[in-house]
């Protein structure tokens, strides 16, 4: 496979440190809020990433962290007037509702900040005592101009940085590319003892934690969304390697989901939360959508390019019922097989990957209405769209309870034609429309499917 490696802005051919594995590290969310349309890009790319990587043979451990504890977590409980950690578990069962939909399969490990505490006044107690960093009333500083090549990963110039900076910076730190590894508490806030007094972790000295301790020494593949390239990126880099050796392989950089050429934010109130869009259209189009374009790509979003998108895999989906109808068998390989997997080779290309998807959509469409009977058309679909983490079967996403309206609806359909009672009939359909049920005539009778998952 190759990989857009961010560290060296080159492609280069995967190399695992270990044979036969690959650890993956991905920064996970900060939990104070359900997950917006853009959070969950680095998930489902990530999770493709996976996929395809076992594919081809490889074993994965996969860690994602969850930051539950952080000024917004605290802000937030302040108003509910509730403890922190009720809001982190709260938002945490939340993130498996969202990531469980989109069919993400669950890491080897979710590390949470307030669970590794001692592992982290040990890296910050070592960083302070090896000169990388530097405590000032109670807060602990890493030292930015000890690390050997601060800025190699966003290729940022540690002079630039500081001349750009603005006078108004913290007054404690030496520097402005300084940042804090350990926070001296504030009256009333959720804090641990350290040598250094009462306080909590900064932000990034975490991933810098996590990633050692539950993938190794150094990870293969660290991911996150380009956002965090700088600083928080750069800074894990300057943690973890101050303490030795190399701290990640190769860096993979999704792109930002954009709303009118705006990043999607909690911050800027212009974001749409997946629990919403799942409502509206069903999981796997938002896990299609993400994956429409290729993962470094900037992705606009609106309902528009949704519905398009829709329309796109109802387009997959139909060709899959009318394989079903055919009775064509599920056995072989096409063409597009290979297409789809080199282009998931590449870069992880899904977008090329899902247009050997449409390619294969099309051949079956032509054989079947030709009749020339083909097993591998449905195998090809089924094993493509298995390995995007796609569901096609969309009756599947919804409850019993929803089924058997459906079924009353439908039936009371064919009743109404079969009494001659065209417009209630038509009512009836429209009702059905409505919900996202789309009703077809056949000599078995009438069969419905959802058109949205
Ligand atoms: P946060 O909870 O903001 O730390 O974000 C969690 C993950 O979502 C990180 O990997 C971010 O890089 C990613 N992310 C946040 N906003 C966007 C966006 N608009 N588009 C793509 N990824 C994003
Ligand atoms: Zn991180």
Redesign the pocket.
Same mark, same amino acid.
């Given at each position: 496979m190759k990989i857009y490696n961010t560290l060296t802005r080159k492609k280069e051919g995967f190399v695992p440190i270990k044979p036969g594995n690959v650890g993956i590290y991905v920064? $996970? &969310?900060?939990v104070y809020n359900f997950i917006h349309m $853009?959070?969950a890009? &680095?998930y489902v790319v990530f999770d493709t990433l996976r996929r395809y990587l076992e594919f081809t043979g490889f074993t994965v451990t996969f860690v994602q962290n969850f930051t539950d504890i952080d000024d917004k977590i605290i802000n937030k409980a302040n108003e509910e007037n509730i403890n922190y950690t009720d809001i982190a578990e709260r938002y945490i069962e939340e993130f498996f509702t969202d990531i469980d939909g989109l069919n993400i399969r669950r890491a080897n490990f979710y590390p949470r900040v307030t669970e590794e505490i001692d592992e982290i006044l040990d890296l910050v107690g070592f960083l302070l005592g090896e000169g990388f960093a530097y405590e000032v009333k109670g807060t602990v500083y890493f030292d930015a101009r000890k690390a050997t090549d601060y800025g190699k990963l966003s290729k940022k110039n540690i002079d630039d940085l500081e001349a750009g900076a603005r006078v108004d910076v913290n007054p404690d730190k030496r520097s402005t590319s300084d940042f804090v590894l350990w926070k001296a508490a504030k009256p009333h806030e959720p804090a641990w003892e350290s040598p250094w007094g009462w306080g909590r972790p900064g932000w990034h000295i975490e991933c810098s934690v996590m990633a050692r301790k539950y993938v190794g020494q150094t990870v293969d593949i660290h991911g996150? $969304?380009e956002? #965090?390239m700088f600083p928080h990126h750069e800074n894990e880099i300057a943690q973890s390697e101050a303490e030795g050796g190399i701290f990640a392989n190769y860096w993979m950089h999704?792109g930002? #989901?954009l709303v009118d050429n705006q990043?999607?934010?909690?911050s800027d109130g212009n974001f749409f939360l997946v629990r919403d869009i799942a409502r509206k259209y069903g999981y796997p189009l938002i896990r299609f959508y993400l994956l429409s374009v290729h993962y470094r790509s900037p992705l606009n979003f609106s309902e528009e390019l949704l519905n398009a998108a829709n329309a796109g895999l109802e387009r997959i989906r139909e060709c899959r019922r009318n394989l079903l109808d055919a009775g064509w068998g599920n056995d072989g390989e096409t063409a597009h097989r290979q297409a789809f997997l080199d282009a998931l080779a590449d870069d992880l290309n899904t977008a090329n990957a899902i247009s050997a998807v449409f390619d294969l959509a099309k051949d079956a469409n032509v054989a079947l209405r030709e009749n020339t009977a083909n097993p591998a058309f449905l195998a090809d679909l089924d094993f493509m769209c298995d390995l995007l983490g796609v569901v096609l079967e969309n009756d599947g996403n919804i409850n019993d309870a929803d089924v058997s309206e459906i079924e009353v609806l439908v039936t009371q359909r064919d009743e109404a034609k079969k009494a001659k009672n065209w417009a209630l009939a038509d009512e009836l359909r429209d009702k059905l429309t409505s919900m996202g049920v789309e009703i077809k005539d056949t000599r078995d009778g009438t069969k419905w499917h959802l058109t949205r998952g």
């Open positions: 920064c $996970g &969310p900060t $853009g959070n890009r &680095p996150g $969304g956002d #965090l999704n930002m #989901l990043k999607m934010a909690k």
